[in-house]
Nanobody, 125 residues
Framework: QVQLVESGGGSVQSGGSLRLSCAVS???????????VSWFRQAPGQEREGVAH???????SYADSGKGRFTISRDSAKNTLYLQMNDLNAEDTAMYYC????????????????WGQGTQVTVSS
């Protein structure tokens, strides 16, 4: 059974930092031949949007909104995905989700097969 479980969300003031984690079970970072693991976010009334992606080769990509502030990484031994978020602002307030796709990375949430339940990030100014 595949499970993705996010943690690390919370409330911070503008300029603060958070580190999100996503523990993955039922899928293996090291044994899967091809995949993309991503962070998406969704604010109330907004479309779900891609934030950052990392593929099996370790290639990363970021949405413009997070470039220079967010860093995606993974620990294959722990089968865990991370998102380090620095210099947060009110526009970063959203529910953050991790997602897995057994293919190349995509900014479209519709093509991802597995999702976590989300972790809330709230940034106050």
């Amino acid at each position: 059974q595949v499970q993705l479980v996010e943690s690390g969300g919370g409330s911070v003031q503008s300029g603060g930092s958070l580190r999100l984690s996503c523990a993955v079970s039922g899928l293996s970072f090291s044994r899967s031949s091809r995949y993309c693991v991503s962070w998406f976010r969704q604010a109330p009334g907004q479309e779900r949007e891609g934030v950052a992606h990392i593929d099996r080769d370790g290639s990363t990509s970021y949405a413009d909104s997070g470039k220079g502030r967010f860093t995606i990484s993974r620990d294959s031994a722990k089968n865990t995905l991370y998102l380090q978020m620095n210099d947060l602002n009110a526009e970063d307030t959203a529910m953050y989700y991790c997602a897995w796709r057994t293919s190349y990375c995509s900014g479209s949430w519709r093509v991802y097969s597995y999702w976590g339940q989300g972790t809330q990030v709230t940034v106050s100014s």
